[in-house]
C-alpha cells in the first residue's frame, strides 16, 4: 500500500514573531516543489494564531506541542483538544521524549506516562483532530536492548484504550531518543527494523490499519540524510525539529520526501 508521505516540523520552544514570518516566508516560498507530502508545523502555542493566518488557504497544515487529556477545568498552564479545534489544527503531538522528562521529573514513571499519552490519544480523537504520538527508547534503554520492550509497550497501550482501528486516524513517529538534537541519527536499516517492528504488532490486530497507518522518524533528520531515511518502506516521512528551523534545510527535507 502506498502511504503519502508526512513531515512534521517541531519548532520546539523557539521563536518570535518576526522570526516566523522569515521562515514562514522561506517554506511557503517553495511549498510548490513537494506537492505530493503532507507538511504540518508545530510552533510553540502562543504563536498559533499567527502560523494559522499564515497558512490558512496553502496546502500546508498546523497544530501544537501537546495537549491535556482533559477538555475543561482547573489546569492552570494546559490547552485542551476543543480549543486546539478553534484554531484550526489538524495535528498534535504528544509523548515527545522532552516532555516525558519534564514529567519524570515529578516522579512520575514511563509505564504512567505511557497511560497518560494514551488517554491525550482519545481525547485528540473525539475532537478529530489527528494525534502525531511520539514513541522512543532513551540512551540508557537503547544500550540495554529495550528498544522492542518500549515501543511496543506504547503501542500496546493505546490499542488497548482505543482500540485498533483508531490508528488509522493517527500517526505514530519513532523518536530515538538517543538520536535526538545529538547529531546522531539512527541508521536507515536501525529505523527501519524499528518501523517494521510496529507495524507488524498492529498487523496482529487488524492487517488493514497495519498497511495504512504512516510512521514517521524523528532523530536529527536533516537535508543531507533525508533521503536515505525515506527510501525505507517503512518511513512514511519524518519529525523533525531543529532542522525545520531553517527553511531550506526543512525544504530540502520535504523535497527528499516528496522523491523516493
Not at 491525550?120 to 529495550?146: D, F, M, N, R, W
Not at 490499542?159 to 538534537?181: F, M, R, T
Not at 497507518?213 to 518502506?233: C, E, H, R, T
Request: charged share 20%.
Amino acid at each position: 500500500m502506498v502511504r503519502k508521505p508526512l513531515v512534521a516540523g517541531n519548532w520546539k520552544m523557539n521563536g518570535s514573531s518576526a522570526s516566523n514570518e522569515k521562515l514562514l516566508d522561506g517554506i511557503l516560498a517553495q511549498a510548490d516543489s513537494f506537492p505530493a507530502v503532507d507538511v504540518a508545523l508545530f510552533p510553540p502555542a502562543v504563536y498559533l494564531q499567527q502560523v494559522q493566518q499564515r497558512l490558512q488557504g496553502t496546502t500546508l497544515a498546523w497544530g501544537t506541542q501537546n495537549l491535556s487529556q482533559f477538555r475543561q477545568g482547573a489546569y492552570t498552564g494546559e490547552i485542551s483538544a476543543p480549543m486546539l479545534n478553534d484554531f484550526g489544527c489538524k495535528y498534535v503531538l504528544m509523548g515527545h521524549s522532552e516532555r516525558r522528562c519534564l514529567y519524570a521529573e515529578i516522579g512520575l514513571d514511563q509505564l504512567v506516562l505511557d497511560y497518560i499519552i494514551a488517554e491525550k490519544y482519545g481525547a485528540a480523537l473525539k475532537e478529530g483532530i489527528t494525534p502525531i504520538v511520539c514513541i522512543g527508547e532513551s540512551p540508557e534503554e537503547h544500550e540495554q536492548g529495550k528498544t522492542e520492550e518500549v515501543i511496543l509497550r506504547l503501542v500496546d497501550i493505546i490499542i488497548e484504550h482505543s482500540g485498533v482501528k483508531a490508528l488509522s486516524q493517527a500517526v505514530l513517529a519513532y523518536e530515538p531518543v538517543w538520536a535526538i538534537g545529538t547529531g546522531k541519527s539512527a541508521t536507515p536499516e536501525w529505523a527501519q527494523d524499528v518501523h517494521t517492528l510496529m507495524r507488524e504488532r498492529i498487523a496482529k490486530h487488524d492487517q488493514a490499519t497495519a498497511e495504512s497507518v504512516q510512521i514517521l522518524y524523528g532523530g536529527s533528520v536533516k537535508g543531507d540524510n533525508a533521503s536515505s531515511l525515506f527510501s525505507m518502506p517503512d518511513i512514511d516521512g519524518g519529525l523533525i525539529g531543529g532542522a525545520s528551523l531553517d527553511a531550506d534545510n526543512f525544504v530540502a527535507i520535504c523535497q527528499a520526501a516528496a522523491s523516493v
